[in-house]
């Protein structure tokens, strides 16, 4: 390996930790400063600061690659394949395990309202947002879901529950490992107790 492809492949390394880091710590708090970025992804701010230059560019950039971590996610789940109930754990799994990237999409309104990237024709780049829908629907036609309530409705209700998972396991309420498993039986039980 070449000296310039060791440092090209540390300096994206150093990116991505950044961005993993500012979406952990300006998630749970929109106020956090550049230097709580920094501190989170263990470097200096002049580290930070060589990669981007202001707090703007910063969460722009967050912004665009959480929506990739989403998509990738999404599609890695393969919610069109298989039985609805499987591919609807899958997805599930998936969400919880990108936690801090749905909760700083989604935590806050003004992040997608502020940063969102625009693809020519104005839509936000880049997450399919309908693969979660078509699998509910799916799974409505096919009874595992209830048809009578709207598919809308059972996807925002599916996306609170997981924000909710791990927002709670950061609070330490429950464990993360458990969260995907509590997601699961709450939206497909609720709250009643199981009957034998």
Not at 42 to 60: A, C, I, K, N, P
Not at 97 to 104: A, L, N, S
Not at 120 to 147: F, K, M, N
Request: one cysteine or more; charged letters at 25%.
């Amino acid at each position: 390996m070449s000296a310039t492809a060791a440092e090209s492949g540390t300096r994206n390394r150093t990116r991505q930790a950044i961005l993993d880091a500012a979406a952990r710590v300006l998630g749970r708090n929109h106020r956090a400063t550049l230097a709580d970025v920094a501190r989170e992804a263990d470097v200096g701010r002049s580290t930070l600061h060589r990669y981007f230059s202001d707090r703007d560019e910063l969460m722009r950039a967050v912004v665009v690659d959480s929506l990739l971590t989403v998509e990738r996610a999404t599609r890695d789940a393969a919610p069109d394949q298989g039985p609805t109930r499987e591919a609807l754990h899958r997805l599930i799994a998936a969400m919880v395990e990108i936690g801090d990237r749905v909760i700083f999409l989604w935590g806050d309104p003004r992040v997608l309202a502020d940063h969102a990237p625009e693809c020519p024709d104005g839509t936000s780049l880049p997450a399919d947002p309908h693969a979660a829908l078509r699998l509910i629907r799916r799974g409505q036609q096919e009874g595992v879901l209830d048809p009578t309530v709207p598919a809308e409705w059972i996807q925002n209700v599916l996306w609170g529950l997981v924000y909710t998972g791990v927002e709670a396991a950061d609070q330490g309420v429950i464990p993360r490992h458990g969260v995907t498993a509590m997601v699961i039986r709450t939206l497909e039980n609720g709250f009643r107790v199981p009957s034998d």
